[in-house]
């Protein structure tokens, strides 16, 4: 058996001299880089690996291929400097990604044939990756499939979240019940990560703000925090299918400011050394706590804040680099308020401009209202997301003094248009004023940005009807629809490869990129050939 692995080698290093072991795509090169990667980075052999030895063997060799195309595409992106679409979005749904990468790349087959050679079934492997516990349903998924279009369309866009440790969770059915138990979906590690600790940024929470005179006269805000710990960036490449683009998913890990407390634990106060790093990391353990108790509903707020600044951070520290004076920030990113999770960032963007890096309010608010951009998931009045005033001044108590100015201002503009209204203008205001009193995040929202949309067409129109009518009265012009898509590459392609090749016998090539093609199917629809072929394609996906 030795011998005969050591001349399969032997052969498929000659074969594959030619290409890079890193880069190549041939079936030669796949092999010999499964066998390099089981060996050198999981420290196994072929006939002793597990199949998550084989499995992260496999996905590190199609990695080096996506980071190879990806550090091509941050060179191209740096020599252009592209106006960036950044999407703010508490969830992602992408599913997992050594199929899809596969598939994007064009090397499925081949990679299949590689495996075969040593008697490993691709299938298998496919199906061994764990779910990535990022998102829940809908809103992530869409957050993934338009990162996924954005890539395949060669746009230049990043997308920033949360790099939750635990999913909602994994289900269970036993005696015909559910039964929910931990999704610990990084048990094994994640393949397709690339940890950042150099780019981190500090989140403030609590505490108070001091206003003062600065030595040019002009009134000023500082915020003293009651307690700082840090967002820490890991990175997983987003592939365009069939072309060179890959496009980044920054993802915000939380972690202590400083730490292990070794003062505490030499004064024998063990569990006190480790107590602000634990404290500080349960901000992205868990994606979306329960929020019914008032716990669940600061840990949320939080985790909201959290992703938003790290990100809006990552994005100034970006633009420096370009040299574009700070007034045209938006000229260089377009932020997408994915429903109303990240609407913090209006409030945010505005502390970090005024208060960081000393714009007057009026460019800092210019800036903002052309940066942003919000999409709305929802007609239910009680479910448009909403915070109570005495929570929102213990957690973040700048930007409450942020959000009551833009409502000012805002209202001041409402009250000139419609003079004597003041039940519009009740309607309308950021803060609702029912006891306890409430910051409405969707107002902020709709204030903050330059455009609203809805998620289909009789959705948007009915935002304009219903829940966001005084906004669509005073600005119709921001109101616009968008409907949510749906990647036919991972819901057909490779969730029913017999339907993709009958697709495309039928119709060419082509319809996995533009989906109107497949109205070409209706010429067959009386075919009883054609029939017959669809009936199959759909059993042996059912027997699968």
């Known amino acids: 058996g030795k011998a005969a692995m050591a001349q399969q080698r032997r052969k498929t290093t000659q074969a594959a001299r030619r290409e890079s072991i890193r880069t190549g795509l041939s079936e030669e090169s796949i092999r010999l880089a499964f066998l390099d990667n089981l060996f050198y980075v999981q420290g196994r052999f072929l006939e002793v690996a597990s199949i998550d030895d084989q499995y992260k063997a496999l996905a590190y060799t199609i990695r080096d291929r996506v980071l190879h195309r990806w550090v091509s595409t ?35 087959e081949n990679t299949r044939k590689a495996l075969a050679g040593l008697d490993l079934d691709l299938d298998t492997l496919i199906a061994h990756e764990e779910e990535p516990g990022l998102g829940n349903g809908g809103l992530g998924r869409l957050a993934a499939c338009f990162m996924d279009s954005l890539a395949s369309l060669q746009i230049a866009a990043v997308g920033y979240g949360i790099r939750y440790e635990f999913g909602i969770f994994t289900q269970l059915i036993r005696d015909g019940g559910q039964v929910e138990i931990t999704d610990n979906w990084l048990r094994f590690g994640n393949p397709w990560e690339v940890q950042r600790p150099q780019i981190a940024y500090d989140v ?9 005179t600065d030595d040019l006269g002009i009134f000023r805000v500082r915020w003293a925090p009651h307690d700082v710990f840090r967002g820490v960036a890991i990175d997983t490449p987003i592939v365009g299918h069939g072309v060179s683009t890959v496009n980044l998913l920054r993802l915000w890990s939380a972690k202590a400011a400083e730490g292990f407390d070794f003062h505490a634990f030499n004064r024998g106060d063990y569990y006190g050394a480790v107590l602000r790093e634990t404290r500080s990391e349960t901000i992205s353990k868990v994606l979306y706590p329960n929020d019914e108790q008032d716990g669940g509903k600061r840990l949320r707020l939080l985790q909201q804040h959290f992703f ?20 045209r920030f938006h000229e260089k990113f377009c932020v997408q308020l994915n429903d109303t999770h990240p609407a913090i960032a209006v409030a945010e963007l505005m502390r970090l401009l005024v208060d960081e890096c000393r714009l007057d309010w009026d460019t800092a608010w210019h800036v903002t209202r052309h940066t942003f951009a919000y999409t709305n998931h929802t007609l239910l009045p009680e479910a448009l997301e909403k915070w109570p005033v005495p929570l929102f001044q213990s957690l973040l108590p700048r930007h409450l003094e942020i959000i009551y100015e833009i409502n000012a201002r805002f209202l001041d503009e409402v009250r000139g248009r419609y003079p004597r209204d003041e039940e519009r203008v009740r309607r309308i205001s950021i803060i609702d004023e029912a006891p306890p009193r409430f910051v409405r995040m969707a107002h902020l929202a709709c204030v903050g940005s330059f455009a609203c949309n809805g998620v289909a067409q009789l959705h948007s129109r009915l935002l304009a009807q219903t829940v966001l009518r005084d906004f669509h009265d005073l600005w119709p012009e921001k109101f616009q629809n968008k409907t949510n898509g749906v990647t036919p590459r991972r819901f057909v392609m490779l969730s029913n490869p017999g339907l993709a090749a009958l697709l495309t016998k039928t119709l060419g090539g082509g319809w996995e990129r533009d989906p109107a093609r497949l109205r070409g199917l209706e010429r067959h629809a009386d075919d009883a050939s054609f029939q017959e072929q669809w009936r199959r ?6 027997v699968a």
């Open 74 to 108: 941050v060179q191209t992106y740096q020599r252009i400097n592209p106006r960036t679409v950044c999407y703010l979005s508490a969830e992602y749904l992408p599913g997992p990604f050594l199929g899809s990468n596969l598939l994007s790349l064009g090397i499925e």
């Open 204 to 212: 403030k929470l609590g505490g108070y703000t001091e206003h003062y």
């Open 308 to 327: 938003v600044t790290c990100s809006l951070q990552d994005m100034l520290r970006i633009h420096r680099s370009t040299g574009l004076p700070l007034a």
């Open 537 to 542: 394609v759909k059993l042996e996906r059912k």
